[in-house]
């Protein structure tokens, strides 16, 4: 069942075409990962499913949309928990620190509870960004190169955890990356985004719970040479 569905979507910044009749459909529960060099469209693309830019064409998606940047994912005035529990309107505050309490031991935040976004590493504030949208009961998560900052050890271990909430909560996930490893090992689909357009798909048949182990298959490796090549077709053309 489609849970996104993207229909000759444009974005015109000015007299600047960013985005070039795009199609795009994602399953409920689907996790697909763009890749694409910088400057082709990926954030544009993220904030026109959003609603962030105006656009052209047909966008159908969920309302409780959850929307992951790499730099600014927390607010820096507010607490840990504070950032998790903002927006949590209507919710009594027994309510409010049940959910808060449930989402810092997810997010392996329970020691930092009053601590400031300065006060955490790249990953652990990742991990508050992500709660804060479960909190709210996101189904659809859009994650801008959420870990694009992070250096490689901490991105693996990024990387699973999400991999684990996802499947824990059955989520729809749309992840940005500029990383080709990143996107195959996470995702069921990954896309390339290229010219203001999507200019190849690639199915990701791994079998899951996905271990590092596959990045070192001969399988992935093809996978990533097909869409380095993806990537790169358009520039000797
Ligand atoms: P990516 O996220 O893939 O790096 P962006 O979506 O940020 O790419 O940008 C796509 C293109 O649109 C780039 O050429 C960028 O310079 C341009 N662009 C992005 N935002 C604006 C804006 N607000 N006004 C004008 N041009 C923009
Ligand atoms: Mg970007």
Known sequence: MNHILVKNLSVNYKNFCALKSVNFDVNKGEFVAIVGKSGSGKT????????????????TIPK??????????????????????????????????????????????ED???????????GQMQRVALARSLAHNSEVLLMDEPYGSLDAYTRDKM?????????????????????????IFLADRVLVLND?????????????????SIKFSPEF??????????????LVS
């Open 159 to 183: 990387q699973q955890w999400l991999l684990n909430i996802w499947t824990k909560y059955n989520k729809t996930i749309v992840f940005v990356t500029h990383n080709i490893e990143e996107a």
């Open 112 to 122: 930092k509870r009053d601590k400031y976004p300065a006060e955490l590493s790249g």
């Open 64 to 109: 409780n949309i959850g929307m992951m940047f790499q730099n600014y994912a927390t607010f820096a005035w507010l607490t840990v928990s504070e950032n998790i529990a903002f927006g949590l309107d209507g919710k009594n505050s027994k309510e409010q620190i049940k959910i808060i309490d449930e989402h810092l031991k997810l997010a392996e935040l």
């Open 221 to 234: 490796n093809i996978l990533r040479q097909e869409i380095f090549e993806s990537l790169n077709q358009h």
């Open 196 to 212: 203001q357009k999507f200019v190849g798909e690639y199915k990701i048949s791994f079998t899951r719970p996905r271990n590092e």
């Open 44 to 59: 544009t693309f993220l904030k026109a499913l959003a609603g962030f830019v105006p656009f052209l064409g047909q966008v």
